[in-house]
């Protein structure tokens, strides 16, 4: 030990690991391991370090891919500001006539930091669901939801109507989304067996953004760089068909939701869109171990609790409803079929705002190919 100058194995210890607790190496200046990158930005700095750059295949597959989903979407700057105040007064409405009960039971969703309230629609989804998957989702009995607000056709759908964003009598089901800050929504496409194309959104409160083609992680919440990045501002109409709609899966990151933030999604079912039935089930949709009589009952699954949010809640540590659900699909599947939340694929981001005239025709994408979905 003396004949390497040290007489504590500690100092010994510490001159090997110079980053640890600040101390100084031989040199004199203060040295400190690097902080640990976020995992999407892994493989850019070993890129940038090793001088390695993407192929050109991998280039033009990923523009490609960027491509098609920007064929399938239409954006227009449509409600004014004193509109958009006049519709946001009529939300805030909504959610007070909600916290008074005076709603039917499946007309209001909650969620931490996210509130979904269905009118003229309703349909089961995510953790409601008896069986999990692509394809599960049914419309709830017709009349379990309230009829669509007649100030969501006056202010809203005429309007779109007019600009011939969408023909008339279209619309047959509108959601409200209700989101605070650090709200989200996980990837998804909407179920292509319930709602005709095209998907029409409408956004207020605050600016925004739709992200597509992420991959979310869990514990802790982490969501990869999108295939493309759509900024949604106040009173801007999204329309997404084609391969926006059908063969991607879009998004909205805690990230992206920085003040309260409200968006009218207005659709129109399938004339064929399976539908839930109050006195009798087909087997697809009953419940293991189901029997006819006392069952019956327990056919539709209760709603989540229907606790406000805390606007507050975004700066503290949280459980959100993707974590819940991938707690119950852990407990649920056996260890065979577990899937892996965490996806090594990694997309360079691309910022892109796509805006056009009122009297601008809207584009077609031709679906290209098959992906693994999660539908909401």
Known sequence: MAGTGYTDLREKLKSMMPYRDGHKGSGGGLTREPPEPPPYDRKRRHQEDSGSEPSDYEEQKEEEEARKVKSGIRQLRLFSAEECAKIEARIEDVVSRAEKGLYKEHTVDRAPLRNKYFFGEGYTYGSQLQRRGPGQERLYPRGEVDAIPEWVHDLVIRKLVEHRVIPEGFVNSAVINDYQPGGCIVSHVDPIHIFERPIVSVSFFSDSALCFGCKFQFKPIRVSEPVLFLPVKRGSVTVLSGYAADEITHCIRPQDIKERRAVIILRKTRLDAPRLETKSLSSSVLPPGYNSGSNRDQILKPKRSHRKADPDAAHRPRILEMDKEENRRSVLLPKHRRRSNFSSENYWRRS????????????????????????H
């Not at 892109?352 to 994408?365: A, K, L, R, S």
């Open 352 to 375: 892109y705002e796509y805006t056009e005239d009122c009297d601008e025709e809207e584009e077609d994408g031709s679906p290209a190919r098959k992906v693994k979905m999660r539908r």
